[in-house]
Structure formats: C-alpha cells, structure tokens
C-alpha cells in the first residue's frame, strides 16, 4: 500500500518561489512512475510533472517548462517540485500521485494514477 503526503505549499508573490515535497510511505520511488497534478478553481485536472522510474526520466507541460523542476531524495523516499517565477496561472490545488508497483513509465494521464496524496495548495498573488 502506498500512502503519500505532500507539503510545501502557501501563498506567494509572482515571480517567486516554492518547493513542494510528496513523502511516499511504502515502495520505493524506483518502484513505479510518479507524477504531479493540479487542479484550479473550476478547472480539470492538469499534468505538470511527472518522473519515470524506468529510466530516471522526467517530463514537463509546456506550461511549467524551464520553471519548474523535479528531484528527489532517496534516502528519505520523497519527491520535490521546485517551483520557480511563479506566475497567477500557477495558482492550484498541488497533487502528487503514483502508478501501481511495477508500472515504470509516466503520463499525464490522471486515470493511470493508482495512488494520489490529499494535495496542497498554492496561490500565487501579489
């Protein structure tokens, strides 16, 4: 079973920055492919993110490329999404889902997320 908590959230000017963390408890990262989500005020659910175990590969949405930036800390099983120049389109409910073990490959595709954390929110605003 795999549990997941993300943090880091909170409100912050455009232009600035956050870092969001996704503490998986269970498998190891390397076990499944992982992404982050985000879903706005009236909006569906968007892909920003997402890394796969398979080869260690990560990809972005065009919305976030050059911005935003995954790694990851082993030791401690989590996942982080730098987020840097934010801007007002930013502003979301933050997910972090994982596939099922031994699913390596990543998508933006939501429906294949097995497992998903409660969210976090960040509000970009001046």
């Known amino acids: 079973q795999v549990h997941i908590v993300e943090s880091g959230g909170g409100l912050v000017q455009p232009g600035g920055s956050l870092r969001l963390s996704c503490a998986v408890s269970?498998?190891?990262?390397?076990?499944?492919?992982i992404g982050w989500f985000r879903q706005a005020p009236g909006k569906g659910r968007e892909g920003v993110s997402c890394?796969?175990?398979?080869?260690?590969?990560?990809y972005y949405a065009d919305s976030v490329k050059g911005r935003f930036a995954i790694s990851r800390d082993n030791a401690k099983n989590t996942l982080y999404l730098q987020m840097d120049s934010l801007r007002p389109e930013d502003t979301a409910v933050y997910y972090c889902?994982?596939?099922?073990?031994?699913?390596?490959?990543?998508?933006?595709?939501?429906?294949?997320?097995?497992?998903w954390g409660p969210g976090t929110q960040v509000t970009v605003s001046s």
């Open positions: 889902a994982t596939r099922m073990v031994g699913y390596y490959y990543c998508s933006f595709d939501g429906s294949q997320y097995n497992y």
């Open positions: 890394r796969s175990s398979a080869d260690g590969r990560t």
């Open positions: 269970g498998p190891t990262l390397d076990s499944y492919a």
